[in-house]
């Protein structure tokens, strides 16, 4: 009975050892792919965005569509993508510059 018991013991070892083995991390060079470079304008269009939204943001003064489209920008900047990085973030640019030129507006007075 014993040698039954440490048989199924060894198996079930090794079996659970096998197991593990699978949820292994590979090493970091296998698991981060090279990031994609993108062109010096776009990288500086990049900039101005987020910077022009983070300004805005913090007046609360920010519009939706900046926002969608600084996270456009930085998602194509990470594909590698320098010409929708660089029309997402005029987009964003424009947008956020619209939503604090929006604060000077004269308020509306209705009657005398």
């Known amino acids: ?18 197991c593990a083995d699978m949820n292994a991390k590979p090493s970091s060079s296998e698991s981060t ?11 500086a269009a990049l900039a101005a965005a987020q910077a022009d939204v983070k300004t805005v943001k913090a007046r609360n003064d920010l519009w939706t569509t900046a926002e969608s489209a600084l996270k456009a920008a930085e998602a194509a900047a990470g594909k590698g993508d320098s010409a929708t990085v660089l029309k997402e973030a005029k987009r964003a640019s424009d947008q956020a510059q619209k ?14």
């Not at 939503?99 to 005398?112: E, H, S, T, V």
């Open 33 to 43: 792919p090279a990031k994609a470079a993108i062109s010096a304008e776009a990288q």
């Open 1 to 18: 009975m014993s040698k039954v018991l440490l048989v199924l013991t060894s198996v079930a070892l090794l079996g659970l050892s096998g």
């Open 99 to 112: 939503g604090m030129a929006q604060l000077n507006y004269p308020m509306l007075k209705i009657g005398d």
